[in-house]
């Protein structure tokens, strides 16, 4: 009895010895072997599970002898699944290595630093919208991008003109002259041609949108003071690309827009065409128009040559025609008389070339060559005025890359040429210039160590007449693990003189006098940025993302627009400066299909002239954007959003409202099309519920300063089709 009581002990604990085997793993990123921390392994088929601790270290216990099966996975990693067969041989931990998905990549890849790294492998501080959420945006607004920057953290689209519709872009506050707007990299849309521009670039052909904010000269050269907004264009691809999107809106607008694009053995195309219109619209019955009557017609097409696998060259053409028409209902409608006799009548044309050629030298350099040529024609008419002019300007820069195994270089030279040339009506004297700016840059991305990234840059502008401008920068990353990571940066920037200035446009650029190029001096600036990222999966569906930046930049020698003695404005240096500092706070919480994001703005921005301190008008010193969206991948897509806006000072010292905007947009998607509807503004905020927006008369109104929404509740639906 007693050696079958022994017996039986000894099959039981043999038995529990085979159900009791513990895997060890450390996770590690593929590339940068950094732990992964809070990584998941699976036994599959069962609930047994662990977390990846701080070392990346991963330990499950209680698993049977045999061949088992663990998953590995990590929110934006490819998963991986191992067969061991227990027990194991191996008695030390076992390495997995994870990579990033390739959906992921994808979409982080970034260019306007000029370095093609991903997003989370660079010095600089971008943003990126990309890949979906540009298409969730591009449905609410698919005929222009105002929308789609005004809802970004930090950014604010000022409307500068009440019955045109026209906006500007502002970033931490600053006024949108000291914002670059490039296409692929190219200034298309600088100082006279940067008019209307918001309104008149059409989103479906884009890949992303990509957004520096702080000082960039040392990139772009001047004018990028407060930061850089960067349009990529779709390139083609092996698979056929084929996109039509039409759009109608409650306030009888349509967008009409289609974009094809394939990639052959030797060559490629892309070709975007679009139509877009307005109904002249008053929602507050008032009289003058909130959206302008307008009808536009864009056509993009673009040819890529690959003569082998070393060199490639594209050849683009941007073309936009336009008339808008805003002012008096009575009087577009052709039922105008000597009362109902206000206009505002704008008409653009603009033309641009692309050029791009790039060769590779070997596996670890590459030259390039670039150039574009525009010309921006622009005639504004209001009633007894007329303002007008031919803007040509052209971009050539030639380049060389060189990415070794911790460091890349990249350096070129580039020359931009700028003139404007007014057409002459009257007396006045006109505000033509003639500027050729000669650059020469280097910029340096050094791989400290797996952790500390080092991104060092120097420009040399020669810019006639206003002499030689230094622009070094410097940005820090440093990666602490997988979760948290930290960047730190600045420059120094500068805007040259020219009169197409938001205060300007609001005014229609009527008795505005030219610029004394001999008293004037550029406007110079020096900024910096520092900002924390942290992200973190809490467990299998639930992931939080959270970003703060604290942002400053002192602007010298601003040149602002006051009034003259004969009646006239002319531009103004007062002794002083401008200065922006804040915070731009982002969160992302992710819960299975559902995904929440908060972004707050503080933008304190401040003038300081002759002694006194003042606040800047028209910006919003608090903002909160809040956006809530629910997706059955290629099914169903739902998005709720709410937007503050605190009370902006104006012009004449007083304060505008708070107020609220409210939206809803679903989609619901098929393999080959879906349609989508958006209900705008549902609250129906309008600076014309609770303010007015002109003084005067009809006949002839003066308009306060725009700082909330004028055309109210919109419904926009349409269809989407992909062959």
């Known amino acids: 009895m007693k050696k079958f009581s022994l017996l039986l002990i000894a099959i039981f604990d043999v038995a529990t010895g085979f159900s009791q085997n513990t895997f060890k793993a450390v996770v590690k990123d593929r590339e940068t072997k950094e732990p992964l921390i809070g990584s998941i392994a699976v036994l599959q088929g069962t609930t047994n599970s662990a977390n990846a601790d701080s070392s990346g270290r991963i330990e499950i216990k209680n698993i049977p002898d045999g061949k088992q099966s663990i998953l590995f996975k990590f929110v934006g990693y490819e998963q991986r699944a191992d067969i061991f067969n227990f027990p194991l041989v191996q008695n030390g931990p076992v390495e997995i290595l994870l990579s990033l998905g390739a959906e992921e990549m994808e979409e982080v890849i970034v ?77 298309l849309y600088s100082e006279f041609s940067g008019g209307l521009s918001l309104l008149q670039i059409v989103p479906l052909d884009l890949k992303q949108v990509e957004v520096i904010k702080g000082a960039s000269s040392t990139l772009y050269g001047g004018g990028a003071i407060a930061g850089l907004v960067n349009l990529v264009s779709k390139i083609p691809s092996e698979e056929r ?107 653009t044309n603009r033309l641009s070339t692309q050029l791009g050629f790039d060769r590779k030298i070997n596996d670890r350099s590459k030259l390039s060559f670039k150039n574009s040529v525009s010309h921006y024609d622009r005639s504004i008419e209001v009633r007894s005025f007329r303002f007008s002019g031919v803007q040509i300007s052209s971009f050539t820069e030639a380049s060389y890359n060189y990415k070794g195994d911790k460091m890349e270089w990249i350096t070129g030279v580039n020359l931009w040429t700028d003139q404007f ?171 299975g299909n559902f995904k929440l994001f908060i972004g707050y703005t503080l933008a304190d921005v401040k003038q300081h002239y002759n002694g006194n301190t003042t606040t800047l008008p028209l910006v919003a010193e608090h903002r909160l954007n809040t956006i809530l969206t629910y997706e059955i991948e290629n099914k169903l897509k739902v998005g709720l959003e709410a937007y503050y806006f605190s009370p902006q000072t104006l012009n004449n010292g007083a304060a505008g409202k708070e107020y609220w905007l409210f939206g809803l947009m679903a989609e619901k998607l098929w393999e080959h099309f879906s349609i989508f509807v958006n209900f705008e503004n549902m609250t129906d905020t309008r600076q014309t ?30 269809i989407k089709i992909k062959l």
């Open 111 to 187: 260019t306007t630093t000029r370095s093609s790294r991903t997003i989370d492998n660079i010095p600089t501080r971008i943003e990126t919208i990309s890949g979906e959420e540009l298409g969730e945006k591009g449905n609410m607004k698919p005929g222009d991008i105002r929308m789609m920057l005004n809802e970004s953290t930090g950014i604010q689209t000022q409307q500068t003109s009440a019955t045109s519709y026209n906006s500007s872009i502002r970033i931490q506050g600053l006024d949108g002259k000291y914002t670059q707007l490039l296409k692929d990299g190219f200034p």
């Open 421 to 591: 040339s007014q057409n002459k009506f009257d007396a006045a004297k006109v505000v033509d210039y003639n500027y050729t700016t000669l650059g020469a840059f280097v910029q340096n991305t050094w791989n400290v160590t797996g952790k500390f990234i080092l991104e060092t840059g120097f420009r040399g502008d020669y810019q006639t007449p206003f002499g030689f401008f230094p622009l070094p920068r410097i940005s820090v990353l440093f990666k602490a693990n997988p979760k948290l990571a930290a960047r730190i940066g600045g420059g120094l920037g500068y805007k040259t003189p020219t009169v197409f200035t938001e205060d300007a446009e609001r005014i229609q650029f009527r008795n505005v006098l030219p610029i004394d190029v001999s008293k004037t001096k550029a406007e110079q600036s020096l900024g910096g940025n520092f900002d924390i990222n942290y992200k973190t999966p809490f467990a299998d569906k639930v992931f939080m993302a959270f970003n703060t930046l604290f942002f400053y930049t002192e602007i010298k020698n601003p040149l602002i627009l006051m009034p003259a003695t004969t009646g006239s404005y002319e531009f103004q240096q007062p002794k002083g400066f401008i200065d922006t500092k804040g915070i731009e706070t982002n969160m992302k919480l992710a819960y």
């Open 241 to 347: 690309e084929l996109n039509f999107m039409l759009n109608g809106t409650s306030a009888l607008g349509l967008d009409a827009s289609g974009f094809y694009s394939q990639k052959f053995k030797k060559t490629g195309t892309t070709v975007f065409a679009s139509y877009n219109s307005g109904t002249p619209y008053d929602p507050a019955s008032i009289g003058l128009t909130a959206i302008p009557k307008f009808n536009r017609y864009t056509l993009n097409p673009k040819l890529f040559f690959y003569f082998n696998d070393k060199t490639t060259m594209n050849i683009g053409f941007n073309s936009t025609v336009e008339d808008r028409m805003g002012g008096d209902l009575r009087y577009i409608e052709g039922k105008g008389d000597s009362i109902h006799s206000y206009f505002e009548k704008n008409k």
């Open 689 to 718: 519920r609770f303010d007015i927006i002109y003084t005067g008369t009809i006949t002839n109104p003066i308009f306060r300063d725009i700082y909330a929404p004028v055309d109210g509740f919109v419904v926009n639906g349409g």
